[in-house]
């Protein structure tokens, strides 16, 4: 199982970009990145996902390095609403599998 | 939190009793987990089921039993419950085809053993 590590803590001010790294060196050749968010204690949610190129959707980027080794969420205009617990995982997107999550990131957006 | 639903929502339980937690999902996936989250801890996978009548362990299966009997459930038992299973419990299910791209969560069961 491909695992992720990440800061176990950020902080952005309101305002600007909020860039959350992940490594995932493991990885293999036909999992994908995903990012999730939660918020105090609700389900986490979906961000975005990606397997080789960067992606971009309405709520934020993800950079992937051409390695794959590693990845950047990037919110670029973060509000107090973005103050979440971030995680970084991978998976395939067919079959099963462990869906593994890691500690996350707990990001603070500052007023 | 569409589609997946969690029961009981909250419980409450004395040390060494047993219980189910119940998850169904309507969407038609293969696979389903379950999930426990302690409070300031990341989501840690106890179990999970790949298709009907399937189950494997996850990281942290000690404690705890599954039941995969049909495609829509997928029940998590305490057998003999402990205060170190007080956590809020998430039940989860993936889409599994190439046009799927997310992971479909329950609204959580909050189980405190006192």
């Known amino acids: 199982d491909a695992k992720t590590t990440q800061p176990p803590s950020m902080d952005c001010a309101e305002g600007r970009a909020a860039n959350l790294p992940c490594n995932h060196s493991?990885?293999?050749?036909?999992?994908?990145v995903y990012w999730y968010r939660q918020i105090h204690s609700q389900g986490p949610q979906y961000i975005i996902h990606g397997l080789k190129n960067n992606e971009t959707n309405e709520m934020a980027s993800l950079i992937i390095t051409e390695d794959r080794k590693s990845s950047t969420l990037i919110l670029p205009h973060a509000t107090l609403r973005d103050t979440a617990v971030y995680y970084c995982?991978?998976?395939?997107?067919?079959?099963?599998?462990?869906?593994?999550f890691g500690q996350g990131t707990r990001l603070t957006i500052n007023p | 939190n569409a589609g997946v639903t969690q029961t009981p929502k909250f419980q409450v339980l004395k040390t060494g009793q047993s219980m189910t937690l119940q998850c169904a999902q309507d969407m038609n996936h293969n696979s389903m987990y379950w999930y426990r989250q302690d409070p300031g801890m990341g989501l840690r996978l106890i179990y999970y089921s790949a298709s009907e009548g399937t189950t494997d362990k996850g990281e942290v299966p000690n404690g705890y039993n599954v039941s995969r009997l049909n495609k829509r459930e997928f029940s998590l038992r305490l057998e003999s419950a402990a205060p170190s299973q007080t956590s809020v419990y998430f039940c989860a299910t993936p889409t599994d085809t190439a046009s799927g791209n997310t992971i479909y969560f329950g609204e959580g069961s909050w189980l405190t053993v006192v």
């Open positions: 493991t990885i293999s050749g036909n999992e994908y």
């Open positions: 995982i991978v998976r395939y997107l067919q079959g099963a599998q462990k869906l593994v």
